[in-house]
């Protein structure tokens, strides 16, 4: 069988040569969205910027552009993100429901949460067990340790977070990818706050715990808020093999959305307030804040799962904070602490 990585590679190829078949093509037209690639790193995506030549990608737009300067005309604190979500997602017909635990015991294939849908895997996706109910929203607290080299680095990664769950899990006459699409813009729409101008929506492909199919990813100034994967297939020992229902998965992390939406420095000042200015008084430490201002922009680009040449990634964002590697990273480290 493929590994994850492979799947997702493996699919990308079919869904893009597909879009009407595979993405909410109806529903983006309809919104004035029109299918573009991008020249830098050649992902298809959706603006209603007509000159939008480069893909929302914090690395192929010029970084987070949103640090001081949200487009989101809603400010929302960390626990505002999940009440105004889950009311909204009540009126479209979803249950809001518990988290579930962070140790994965029902799941054979993880050993901790972490994502949303991973309360869900394998059983419930696979038809063979009942979900909670057949659309909900879930505030699902998920372990990433793959992410630990990048806490403190890029000033967005956390090693645990809330990954706010969008799940559906229907029959195949239910499913209604248009309609499910049209949930999440009107959420970025009127939860955020945020004008089409704002919005781009990237076409890629989703593989985990032995579930694949086609994804639209959301971005706005260089951060990705969200991603709405549509599971339709499963790997078998036999090949691949269509999922009996159709599972909605779409997942956006709590806090990233509070910090995008606040637009301050980094993840923690939106998600741990207290906790900051607690720590800053009890070390005694304090931030470099116009060193910040030029770092925090391009922090993204340090991201070690996405970068192939770290060193290279590195003396790229000391460019342009225009100074030298290790001063730079005396200067940003605070963050990790
Ligand atoms: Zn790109």
Not at 146 to 170: E, L, R
Not at 220 to 231: C, D
Request: charged share 25%; aromatic share 14%; hydrophobic share 40%.
């Amino acid at each position: 069988m493929l590994s994850d990585k492979e799947q997702k590679k493996e699919f990308k190829k079919i869904a893009s040569k597909n879009p009407e078949k595979y993405y909410a093509v109806g529903y983006l037209k309809k919104e004035g969205f029109s299918r573009k690639q991008c020249s830098k790193c050649e992902k298809y995506f959706w603006s209603v910027n007509n000159n939008q030549k480069v893909c929302g990608d914090s690395v192929c737009s010029g970084g987070f552009r949103f640090i001081g300067n949200t487009p989101a005309k809603n400010k929302l604190s960390y626990l505002d993100v999940w009440k105004e979500f889950s009311s909204m997602f009540k009126k479209f017909g979803y249950t809001p429901i518990k988290r579930y635990p962070v140790v994965a015991r029902w799941n054979p294939t993880m050993e901790y949460t972490i994502a949303s849908i991973a309360a869900f895997q394998p059983f419930v996706v696979s038809g063979e067990v009942k979900p909670p109910a057949k659309k909900l929203v879930i505030p699902q607290f998920c372990l990433r340790f793959i992410d630990i080299d990048n806490v403190g680095i890029t000033g967005a990664h956390n090693t645990g977070f809330v990954m706010i769950g969008q799940h559906q899990f229907v029959e195949r006459k239910e499913w209604d990818q248009n309609k499910v699409f049209g949930e999440i813009h009107q959420w970025l729409r009127k939860g955020l706050g945020l004008p089409n101008e704002e919005i781009i929506f990237h076409e890629d492909a989703w593989a985990g715990g032995g579930n694949f199919g086609p994804c639209m990813e959301f971005f706005s100034r260089g951060v990705e808020i969200g991603n709405q994967v549509y599971m339709m297939y499963e790997q078998t020992p036999d090949g691949n093999k269509e999922l009996n229902i159709k599972v909605l998965d779409m997942g956006m992390g709590q806090e990233r959305c509070a910090w995008f939406s606040q637009g301050c420095a980094t993840i923690y000042d939106a998600a741990f307030p207290k906790v900051m200015e607690s720590l800053y008084k009890k070390t005694g430490l304090k931030t470099d804040e116009k060193l910040m201002a030029k770092y925090i922009p391009y922090a993204g680009y340090l991201n070690v799962d996405e970068v192939e040449d770290l060193e290279k990634a590195w003396k790229f964002v000391a460019s342009k904070v225009g100074m030298d590697v290790s001063l730079m990273l005396v200067g940003v480290i605070i963050l990790g602490f």
